[in-house]
């Protein structure tokens, strides 16, 4: 036993001096990443401190908020997702992060306000088109929206091109009946009703349809899907315009919405999609905790919808997303 206790203390000594020179080592390497000129070593330091405490958060990344850069827009989510962590909102106070950032934060941090549960929208035509009436049937309306019925009449591909619309429209008024209806789209003659199929069956964590046509936009969503691809959802996200592909979108955000969240929210900061409303509904139907608490008013139009996206964001960072 005498013997024993002078190794034990060796070895405890040995293992203090190893954690000592690992956490330099470590402190180092972070000092060197974030003060780096490249944008992103400058991220690889961020993702290094996210589990310090917000001071000392503040004190690594403050040098890089008002850069103006990935790395700056990281380091103020980071230091935002920490303040809610902590209850230390107010003290983002004077920091140099984007305005509808902080708006957001104290939006989000303000334990008075009333969720929004019920959506409104008023239609005045009698005639909406149908695209409109694929929208209109997610919100309670003075006029009703689409029935599953009116659904099966409209055709498929929305006004860009996209069955974004009827997918979700369909998941959302009828979901007890898309298991019988995959079996008659899988085999129809129409590619578009067959990539709805595809889309509803992993929406619905349903087996993927054998579909029978080799069309490549049908192979490249359902090989995004079955194979849990993300870089072929990556590669294939844009369409030629340089605007979003909301089937691509929609399949990315179905097999991992960590990585196609920020990527879903920064193509709308950047204007590449053709018809925002697509991407709002996206967010809706995979975050609706989050987007049921923010008002409906600030999607009706383009200015309005900037700070829908702002307290969107926000909320994620709050639920630590």
């Known amino acids: 036993m005498k013997r ?29 990443l974030l003060s780096s000129p490249s944008t992103i070593e400058q991220m ?34 980071a230091l935002v997702k920490k303040a809610f962590e902590e209850n230390r909102i107010q003290d983002l106070q004077g920091l140099p992060i984007d305005p509808n950032l902080y708006e957001a934060a104290l939006w989000w941090s303000n334990p008075t306000k009333e969720p929004e549960l019920t959506k409104k ?32 009449k409209l055709p498929i591909r929305d006004r860009d091109g996209s069955v974004l ?17 995959l079996e008659a789209w899988s085999f129809d003659y129409d590619i578009d009703r067959q990539k709805a199929a595809i889309l509803l069956a992993a929406m619905r ?20 899907i079955v194979k849990e691809n993300v870089e072929l959802a990556w590669r294939t ?11 691509i979108m929609l399949a ?7 990585k196609f969240t920020p990527i879903l929210i920064k193509s709308v900061q950047d204007g590449k999609w053709t018809h925002p409303e697509h991407a709002i509904l996206i967010a809706e139907t995979f975050f609706p905790e989050i ?29 630590a997303r």
Not at 165 to 181: D, G, M, W, Y
Not at 205 to 224: A, C, F
Not at 303 to 311: C, D
Request: positive net charge; contains cysteine.
């Open 4 to 32: 024993i206790i002078p190794f034990l203390f060796t070895v405890v000594i040995a293992i203090s001096i190893g954690f000592v020179v690992a956490t330099k080592q470590k402190n180092a390497t972070i000092r060197r």
């Open 44 to 77: 690889k330091g961020i993702a290094l401190i996210e589990h310090v405490s917000f001071n000392e958060l503040k004190s690594h990344v403050t040098p890089l908020l008002a850069n103006n850069s990935d790395a700056s827009t990281l380091a103020q989510q």
């Open 121 to 152: 929208i008023v239609f005045k035509e009698f005639n909406p088109s149908p695209w409109m009436m694929k929208l209109m049937s997610h919100y309670k309306l003075l006029h009703g929206g689409a029935t599953y019925p009116d659904l099966l």
């Open 165 to 181: 619309l009827s997918v979700l429209a369909i998941e959302n008024v009828a979901p007890q009946k898309i298991e019988s209806l």
């Open 205 to 224: 964590g349903l087996p993927q349809p054998i579909v029978s046509n080799q069309d490549e936009s049908l192979s490249t969503i359902q090989n995004i």
């Open 237 to 247: 996200l844009h369409r030629s315009s340089g605007n979003v592909d909301p089937d």
């Open 252 to 258: 990315g955000m179905i097999i991992g919405q960590e």
């Open 291 to 319: 987007t049921n608490q923010i008002s409906f008013e600030l999607v009706k139009n383009p200015k309005t919808r900037q700070k829908w996206w702002a307290l969107f964001s926000c909320g994620l960072l709050k639920e």
